[in-house]
């Protein structure tokens, strides 16, 4: 953990939040007395991982609704079945 005073902490704002950013922790003090901690925000959630990677075009997201009910009927040894078969006739649909 870095240690930094206040004034060094404003002068260097970028450079310091460039730090946090990959990873670190600054720990702000105020004549030695610690202030705060600057430290990195948690990791994405889910849905902003998502968007991310659909807005760079990795990814493509469903329409959402109803889990077709041959999607859900049980396969051999607890498999789902019919998985691919939805998959190639969603596609030849144009869906």
Do not use: C, F, N
């Not at 901690?37 to 760079?56: G, W």
């Not at 009910?69 to 498999?79: K, V």
């Amino acid at each position: 953990m870095k240690v930094v005073r206040i004034a060094e902490a404003k002068k260097a704002l970028a450079h310091h939040l460039e730090y946090v950013k990959r990873g670190g922790t600054i720990r702000i003090v105020d004549r030695d007395q610690p202030v705060a901690d600057l430290v990195p925000i948690p990791a994405d959630s889910d849905d902003k991982l998502l968007a991310r990677l659909e807005k760079r075009g990795l990814v493509r997201r469903g329409k959402g609704g109803p889990i077709p009910a041959e999607l859900l009927r049980p396969g051999p040894a607890g498999h789902r079945a019919g998985v691919l078969d939805a998959l190639i006739e969603e596609r030849r649909g144009g869906r």
